[in-house]
């Protein structure tokens, strides 16, 4: 029998043992890593690590040849993505995918998809259990608005709006489908200093005031060793180290890996 403190800290992911090759090229070599309830893990690696494709199989694009995958105790190698997106694993992509022309109140509702039972049609004619489903995604909608401070872009085409604006409805798509765990692939690619600020606060927001746990792939690091709760470095698909950031940033093979690869020093400027 487990203790209560023991189900508090309950891993929501684990991945164990998983390999995945593409003709010849072993993307990713054995891996295995969980993460707890709440929790913000990070991953890191040179380029071609192997990050990506554990965001891949973690969201059902990619299909491993060997290890498992359990989200809240259940398997998930072999599930489509759309399923395992629907069981409460969301992800944000490196380049944003919204739909430009529509607002952003248009794209946060098209994240609660997965929790319409009726379609359009239905929604259209405004009836019965319709309509209270339709008030419901709408009401969530607006939560997530204020969350992310949204409000005075909300009527807006997503594709007229600044990119740190775009990049944290993407998040907003994400939290609209109200997941268990998300997956943030490089949320601060590409942002000036202050957008990454807030995207930061977002994130920690995310965190500690939803306890939603994630999975964080990015290249700043120093905004992977200031939010991070655990890191993995992988290099050449296999995980080097995985720990705290002060114990990743002064593991030597760690060091090693970044500056052989990418000439970094982790945990500080590139
Ligand atoms: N669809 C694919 N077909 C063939 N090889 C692939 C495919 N996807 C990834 N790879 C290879 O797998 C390895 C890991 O790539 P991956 O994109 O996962 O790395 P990454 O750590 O995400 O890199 P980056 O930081 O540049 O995004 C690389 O050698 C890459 O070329």
Not at 12 to 31: C, K
Not at 158 to 170: D, H, I, S
Not at 218 to 231: S, T
Request: aromatic fraction near 6%.
């Amino acid at each position: 029998m487990s203790l209560p403190d023991e189900d508090a800290q309950a891993n929501v992911l684990e991945m164990d043992q998983v390999t995945l090759a593409f003709d010849g090229v072993t993307a990713v070599d054995g891996v295995s890593f969980h993460v707890a309830a709440g929790e913000l893990f990070a991953i890191i690696g040179p380029n071609g690590a192997g990050k990506t494709s554990i965001f891949n199989v973690l969201s059902g694009v990619y299909r491993p040849q060997k290890g498992s995958v359990r989200f809240l105790g259940d398997e998930i190698v072999g599930k489509r993505p759309h399923k395992i997106a629907a069981m409460g694993i969301a992800r944000t992509f490196q380049n944003i995918e919204l739909f430009g022309h529509l607002s952003v109140v248009e794209n946060l509702m098209l994240g609660r998809h997965n929790h319409m039972r009726y379609g359009a049609l239905a929604a259209f004619a405004w009836v019965g259990r319709a309509r209270r489903e339709e008030l419901a995604n709408r009401a969530a909608v607006e939560e997530v608005i204020d969350f992310l401070e949204l409000e005075q872009w909300r009527g807006l085409p997503v594709g007229l709006l600044p990119y740190g604006v775009q990049k944290r409805v993407e998040l907003g798509r994400a939290l609209a489908m109200e997941p268990k765990v998300l997956l943030l692939d490089e949320p601060v690619a590409g942002m000036n200093v202050e957008e990454t600020e807030d995207m930061a606060r977002f994130v920690l927001d995310v965190r500690d005031e939803l306890g939603i746990a994630m999975v964080m792939v990015e290249h700043d690091m120093g905004l992977v060793m200031d939010l991070a709760d655990r890191v993995m470095v992988l290099d050449f698909g296999k995980p080097i180290r995985t720990g705290t950031p002060a114990e990743v940033q002064q593991d030597p093979n760690v060091v090693r890996a970044y500056l052989g690869e990418a000439h970094q020093t982790v945990g500080g400027v590139a």
